[in-house]
């Protein structure tokens, strides 16, 4: 999948691998709040320090006819707003994204798989903002 931009210049495309990568800077900036995880909650250890890959795999980004959807897998600091956390990451990446200036519509999910504490409390929280239509 890529994603085709207007500029100036032409037409741009932009695959999933650069989204991605904007994601997960766009996560980086919330290092601390946010915690890359997999679909089972289990925590990626070192995080976004020594830009580990395995980052990438928190997030899945698809296409369709209505938009681009991109979902993101994490675990959310205790003692934060889970919903505040999760709409500042969409504002973040928004906002990163925006640069591309995509004409597709764009819809983000946040899969809260847990709450870090001193461990990690198990929870299942979706979080959705742009649905398609």
Same mark, same amino acid.
């Given at each position: @999948?890529? =994603?085709?931009?207007?500029?100036?210049?032409? =037409?741009?495309?932009? +695959?999933?691998?650069?989204?991605? +990568?904007?994601?997960?800077?766009? @996560?980086?900036? @919330?290092?601390? =709040?946010? &915690?890359?995880?997999?679909?089972?909650?289990?925590?990626?250890?070192?995080?976004?320090?020594?830009?580990?890959?395995?980052? &990438? +795999?928190?997030?899945?980004?698809?296409?369709?006819?209505?938009?681009?959807?991109?979902?993101?897998?994490?675990?959310?600091?205790?003692?934060?707003?889970?919903?505040?956390?999760?709409?500042?990451?969409?504002?973040?990446?928004?906002?990163?994204?925006?640069? =591309?200036?995509?004409?597709?519509?764009?819809?983000?999910?946040?899969?809260?798989?847990?709450? @870090?504490?001193?461990?990690?409390?198990?929870?299942?929280?979706?979080?959705?903002?742009?649905?398609?239509?």
């Amino acid at each position: @999948m890529a =994603l085709i931009t207007k500029s100036r210049y032409g =037409l741009i495309a932009v +695959n999933n691998d650069v989204l991605k +990568n904007i994601v997960s800077k766009s @996560m980086s900036e @919330m290092e601390g =709040l946010v &915690f890359p995880c997999n679909r089972r909650g289990l925590v990626y250890k070192r995080g976004f320090k020594g830009n580990d890959s395995r980052t &990438f +795999n928190s997030i899945e980004i698809s296409e369709d006819s209505h938009g681009i959807s991109i979902e993101i897998y994490y675990v959310s600091k205790f003692g934060e707003s889970i919903s505040d956390t999760a709409s500042k990451l969409f504002d973040t990446i928004e906002y990163n994204i925006g640069v =591309l200036r995509p004409e597709k519509h764009i819809k983000f999910t946040a899969h809260i798989k847990g709450v @870090m504490a001193k461990q990690v409390v198990p929870r299942d929280i979706t979080i959705i903002r742009g649905e398609h239509h």
